[in-house]
């Protein structure tokens, strides 16, 4: 029962670049998602979130430059983000929501991605 996040890099400021999370077959629902962030020396903070009905939430430091999304079918959530600064440099992490079976058993937890390292500058 994982996620595994992809998609970071090294970009110019005022790049694009697109995270994605994808739940492992193992689990056959995800719920509410979303990504965080931590820079060297600070907290791990909330970048956004997206809930099963597609309501999202964003902090207000990356509102109208990213955009999370997510395709139910793949159960896979997604972070565009656009117009990169260089404080948005830093480690991000995917998190969400999941139901999955354990033998005949229904079981909830939240589960973590490994990080993607995302790193804006010239």
């Known amino acids: 029962v994982q996620l595994q996040a992809s998609g970071g890099g090294l970009v110019q400021p005022g790049g694009s670049l697109r995270l994605s999370c994808t739940a492992s077959?193992?689990?056959?629902?995800?719920?509410?998602m979303g990504w965080y962030r931590q820079a060297p020396g600070k907290q791990r903070e909330l970048v956004a979130g997206v809930t099963s009905d597609d309501n999202t939430n964003y902090a207000d430091s990356v509102k109208g430059r990213f955009t999370i999304s997510r395709d139910n079918a793949k159960k896979t959530g997604y972070l565009q983000m656009n117009s990169l600064k260089p404080e948005d440099t830093a480690i991000y992490y995917c998190n969400a929501y999941v139901q999955f079976m354990e033998g005949a058993t229904l079981r909830i937890k939240t589960v973590w991605g490994q990080g993607t390292q995302v790193t804006v500058s010239s």
């Open positions: 077959a193992h689990i056959f629902q995800v719920n509410n």
